[in-house]
């Protein structure tokens, strides 16, 4: 959908709602765009289906504009997504040359009990069209909703992708453009619409960290009707964080991946004096480490498997070696994760 200004907004807004004859030029005021000849036109003659014979260039006009052209100005009802609204066709340059035709009809002569019957040239500004119906677009479109997770306790649960739906201007205005050159139907044109693919279709693994239990859960799926309750694949036993350095809650996902990850000390008085280790067995970090978007917090293997099931981090969730590297390739950058009391 085009980025319009506010200032476009309010113009076309004010097009759409114009009232028939207030843009118009040529086309319903006094005075005609062409020299009418004298006298009046034969017996026989017909403008756009109006019968003008035996009258003047004037009086013929405003036969034609009364019975022609005035309905065709009234604001054109349509329909889009179920709701309907209307286009003035001033709005998108709606024209009719009746001067011209009535020219023509002064130049006829019809046999006896015969009529000839000339057409009215009328037009429409396709790229107004266009543009009022582009702006029509972004009051009536419905977006499509991704794909997305949430928890019922700590239970994952997939919350359905939705397709959206907009007015397909191109189709939209291959319709409307003869419309506003006929009659106007019992019933508002119905405007093609599309649908709208929402960005995320699908819902990949997530994490779920129930500090209660110590344990941290992976599950996977895909989104069905009726937000489908994700599998569990695996459940590992963790650590978390110390009363005084707490494990954070909250929704976080999987921002880096290492393997065999160089361990540096937080800028922390706990780590005051400790230099980096370089990877190796006493590596605090283990041999992975999935970091998450909660500030310093991740997921890694530790030297000191005695220390699971128990507060004993400074506030990162540790894991047995053997587990985190289960689980290291399961996850990715992006991995939901979600950390509950």
Request: proline share 11%; glycine share 10%.
């Amino acid at each position: 959908m085009p980025v319009r200004t506010v200032a476009v907004r309010l113009a076309l807004a004010a097009l759409a709602v114009a009232p028939a004859g207030a843009l118009a030029q040529g086309t319903g005021g006094t005075e005609p765009a062409v020299q009418f000849p004298a006298g009046t036109i034969p017996v026989g003659v017909l403008v756009g289906g109006v019968d003008v014979s035996g009258l003047a260039g004037l009086d013929a006009r405003q036969r034609v504009y009364d019975q022609l052209v005035t309905p065709r100005r009234v604001p054109m009802p349509v329909t889009a997504g179920g709701k309907q609204f209307t286009i003035a066709p001033d709005a998108v340059g709606y024209r009719a040359d009746v001067d011209q035709a009535i020219v023509q009809a002064f130049q006829q002569a019809p046999a006896a009990g015969t009529t000839v019957d000339l057409p009215v040239a009328q037009s429409v500004d396709r790229q107004k069209l266009r543009e009022v119906l582009t702006w029509r677009a972004t009051q009536y479109e419905v977006g499509g909703k991704d794909a997305a997770v949430t928890l019922r306790g700590v239970q994952p649960i997939i919350r359905q992708a939705r397709l959206g739906s907009e007015i397909d201007v191109p189709r939209s205005v291959a319709l409307l453009t003869p419309a506003f050159t006929q009659a106007r139907p019992a019933t508002p044109y119905a405007l093609p619409v599309k649908r709208v693919r929402p960005t995320v279709t699908s819902v990949g693994p997530v994490i779920v960290v129930d500090k209660s239990s110590f344990k941290l859960r992976l599950y996977r799926g895909t989104t069905r009707p009726g937000g489908k309750v994700m599998k569990r694949i695996r459940s590992y036993p963790i650590a978390i964080g110390q009363s005084a350095y707490p494990t954070p809650t909250g929704n976080y996902s999987v921002v880096s991946k290492q393997v065999n990850p160089t361990w540096f000390p937080p800028d922390s008085p706990w780590a005051a004096g400790l230099g980096p280790v370089p990877p190796g067995p006493g590596n605090p970090l283990g041999t992975r480490w999935i970091g998450t978007s909660a500030p310093g917090i991740g997921m890694h293997g530790t030297p000191n498997p005695s220390s699971i099931g128990s507060m004993a981090s400074h506030g990162c969730i540790r894991m047995y070696i053997s587990d985190v590297e289960n689980l290291y390739p399961r996850v990715e950058v992006g991995t939901r994760v979600f950390i509950r009391n």
